[in-house]
């Protein structure tokens, strides 16, 4: 009796410092911070673009393809879970679709504490260009800038073309290196496809037009096209650009035309010539 008397009371004496404890310090800490998202994109496979969302905690299910909205593209009905974090979104290019975008606005998703995403992130995908036209639905270049005094916009093409131009004008008494730049998603260089083609309409007489991409590091290669023919005609400019390096990724395009007025409606990879 005495032995489990004494028991007895060391378990009851350690019943109540067991909640003296918890009362004092072992509450519950609440989860009150909401999750964020970062949106990263890379070619995927068939043409299709996948878009990884990576977020800063777990989202359980909240999160589904109905939560993206996507332009350029049409996604896919369900999104892939990598991890507890981390899901990938495939999206097929719509018909001369430039660019896509994929974006998640705030008040989508929610951690398992259910606190909704207060911002939502957006990220776009400009594909390696083989055709470039300046009619895409979304745009495939972007960081459109001028230099030199060169004004570039992007309207209805002259008679003899159809769909947009690029057009390029520099006012008389600009510097005569005056033209434009934009990003793309990279030009697809590759052994036998170093040329690129364009048609050109220049108000002056065989104009030569210079044409340059930039790589990611900087380096550069800059060259100047065939003549352009008669006054106010189209006519089809042709660049060599042989001296890059595959090995890099060219981004960054500039155009420097010689002509007062130069409009182009497309930019195309053409193959290189066999050599025999």
Not at 41 to 69: I, K
Not at 127 to 151: C, N, Q
Not at 263 to 276: D, G, N, R, V
Request: glycine share 10%.
């Amino acid at each position: 009796m005495t032995k489990s008397t004494q028991h007895q009371t060391l378990t009851a004496c350690a019943l109540a410092a067991t909640l003296f404890l918890a009362a004092c310090g072992g509450g519950t800490v609440v989860d009150t911070t909401p999750p964020t998202v970062a949106i990263t994109s890379a070619a995927g496979t068939g043409g299709a673009v996948t878009f990884t969302f990576a977020f800063s905690e777990d989202v359980g299910v909240s999160f589904t393809a109905d939560d993206v909205t996507v332009t350029g593209g049409t996604k896919a009905a369900t999104v892939t879970k990598v991890d507890a974090t981390h899901y990938t979104l495939s999206v097929t290019p719509d018909a001369n679709a430039g660019g896509i975008t994929a974006a998640l606005t705030a008040g989508k998703v929610a951690d398992l504490a259910q606190n909704a995403n207060a911002v939502g992130g957006e990220s776009s995908f400009l594909p390696a260009i083989t055709k470039l036209s300046f009619d895409e639905t979304t745009s495939a270049i972007t960081g459109t800038g001028a230099y030199g005094g060169a004004v570039p916009t992007v309207e209805a093409g002259p008679a003899g073309s159809t769909g947009n131009a690029l057009k390029i004008v520099k006012p008389a008494g600009q510097e005569i290196w005056g033209g434009v730049y934009f990003t793309t998603g990279g030009v697809s260089f590759t052994a036998d496809r170093k040329k690129i083609s364009a048609k050109v309409y220049a108000t002056r007489a065989n104009s030569v037009v210079k044409f340059k991409v930039e790589a990611t590091d900087g380096s550069s290669v800059e060259v100047a096209g065939t003549t352009t023919g008669a006054a106010n005609t189209w006519s089809t400019v042709t660049w060599d650009l042989s001296a890059v390096d595959l090995a890099k990724t060219y981004k960054v395009i500039a155009i420097t035309p010689a002509s007062p007025t130069t409009l182009m409606t497309s930019l195309l990879m053409q193959q290189f010539p066999h050599q025999h």
